[in-house]
């Protein structure tokens, strides 16, 4: 086995939903943990960062964690 398939780039799952982030992460072998906040500029539900950069190359198996709006404080 070569070390080149121990290895996933992590897409780039921001804007998108949340469905489509879990999708993204999955068709690469990776699980994702998912963090709320608010956010004036972006719908509920809506990816607004992830912590391990797009294109970085992590394990297989590793957990990527996404923040996803809860929409405008109330």
């Given at each position: 086995i070569s070390?080149?398939?121990l290895s996933v780039k992590v897409p780039d799952v921001r804007w998108g939903t949340l469905k489509e982030?879990?999708?993204a992460m999955s068709?690469?072998?990776?699980?994702?943990d998912?963090?709320?906040e608010y956010d004036d500029d972006n719908p509920k539900g809506t990816?607004?960062?992830q912590e391990t950069a797009p294109?970085?190359?992590v394990?297989?198996?590793e957990t990527i964690v996404v923040v996803v709006s809860y929409g405008p404080e109330p």
């Open positions: 070390k080149g398939s982030a879990r999708e068709k690469v072998d990776l699980l994702i998912v963090r709320y990816v607004i960062g294109g970085e190359s394990k297989k198996g």
